[in-house]
């Protein structure tokens, strides 16, 4: 599996400085003077191009975590599962157990006893 850090960190990297931009065309235009409003203005071409760029950011950080999803171990999806019949005889949980002991278990415990077909005999 591939490492996605830089890539995530490069996509959080540009949100930043998309927020930042932003942030500073707002304390600018909210000074309420004309050369608050004007510098505001001219900061837009560069939150237009910071925006740009976390978009891109974001894209390939998503092409990569998707492109690293995929598994090259395809023969697993042709081979037929585990029997399960098989399974139950090395040593997993009994399959029947008392009533005391089912009571002794957790709600949690006997959910999933009794889910995963367990009986309970009196």
Do not use: C, W
């Not at 001219?42 to 092409?63: F, G, T, W």
């Not at 042709?78 to 399959?95: I, L, N, R, V």
């Not at 029947?96 to 309970?120: E, H, M, Q």
Request: no cysteine; net charge negative; proline share 6%.
């Amino acid at each position: 599996m591939q490492n996605l850090k830089p890539y995530y960190d490069a996509a959080l990297a540009a949100d930043t400085e998309v927020k930042r931009i932003a942030q500073e065309i707002d304390t600018h235009f909210s000074d309420g003077t004309e050369d608050g409003k004007k510098k505001a203005l001219e900061l837009r071409p560069a939150l237009d191009e910071a925006k740009s760029k976390a978009e891109q950011a974001n894209q390939l950080y998503i092409s990569m975590r998707d492109a690293s999803l995929v598994d090259d171990n395809a023969a697993a999806l042709f081979t037929p599962p585990a029997d399960p019949a098989a399974q139950s005889d090395k040593g997993e949980d009994p399959k029947v157990i008392s009533r005391t002991a089912f009571d002794a278990l957790n709600p949690a415990a006997r959910s999933k006893f009794i889910n995963a077909g367990g009986k309970v005999q009196d």
